[in-house]
């Protein structure tokens, strides 16, 4: 069965601060995927990361993917308010054997202070 | 540009009652899914359908029925809702299920669901 786990699942953060959160699967999959959510709202798609080593940035955030260690990180640059909001990753699941199903993480709900 | 819409926004429903959630995408995707989101759980797939004239359980396919009603609609049924079932529900639609295509799911913006 896979399993997905983000860490940290809350995260308080200054503003102007650096972190990381982490995404780990337990089975080889291709695709993996980060999602916003902020509250009350639907889930937007932030990076679709396709193979070993890639990284992909938007503004502040950044993405990367090491398959061989199963492992996503979301990386967060001199964080603004802005970026508050649940964060989700998520990996091809193949569930019932077709591909194209998520299997989603907790989430990790950020929250950015002045 | 609609995306993914879904109705009703909200519902209250008595123990027992029945209702269906509607979901319909203008993107001409062929795969859709419903989730449900609990709080510290995530989403989790209820059904899917791959492509139009199918149909597949998820994760937690307990409770509800699906119909995938042509290649736009796809629609979730409670046949006697229960407590349990109270949960935020997102439909969604991709591309392509299967390939090596990016896949990325679009979100419709969820169904509020309380069951008393």
């Known amino acids: 069965e896979l399993k997905v786990e983000q860490n940290p699942l809350f995260l308080s953060m200054q503003e102007g601060k650096n972190y990381t959160i982490y995404c780990n699967y337990s089975?080889?999959?291709?695709?993996l995927y980060w999602y916003r959510q902020d509250p009350g709202k639907s889930l937007e798609s932030l990076f679709v990361?396709?193979?070993?080593?890639a990284v992909k940035q938007e503004g502040r955030l950044m993405a990367s993917l090491d398959t061989k260690a199963r492992l996503s990180t979301l990386h967060i640059t001199a964080a603004v308010h802005d970026l508050s909001a649940t964060y989700f990753c998520?990996?091809?699941?193949?569930?019932?054997?077709?591909?194209?199903?998520?299997?989603f993480g907790k989430g990790t709900k950020l929250s950015v202070k002045p | 540009n609609a995306g993914v819409t879904q109705t009703p926004k909200f519902q209250v429903l008595k123990t027992g009652q029945s209702m269906t959630l509607q979901c319909a995408q203008d993107?001409?995707?062929?795969?859709m899914y419903w989730y449900r989101q609990d709080p510290g759980m995530g989403l989790r797939l209820i059904y899917y359908?791959?492509?139009?004239?199918?149909?597949d359980k998820g994760e937690v396919p307990n409770g509800y029925n699906v119909s995938r009603l042509n290649k736009r609609e796809f629609s979730l049924r409670l046949e006697s809702a229960a407590p349990s079932q109270t949960s935020v529900y997102f439909c969604?639609?991709?591309?392509?299920?299967?390939?090596?295509?990016?896949?990325?799911?679009?979100f419709g913006a969820g169904t509020r669901l309380s069951v008393l």
């Open positions: 359908s791959a492509s139009e004239g199918t149909t």
């Open positions: 990361l396709l193979s070993n080593g």
């Open positions: 993107m001409n995707h062929n795969s």
């Open positions: 969604a639609s991709s591309e392509v299920a299967g390939t090596l295509a990016k896949n990325i799911q679009y």
């Open positions: 089975t080889t999959s291709d695709r």
């Open positions: 998520a990996v091809d699941g193949g569930y019932g054997g077709s591909q194209g199903n998520l299997i």
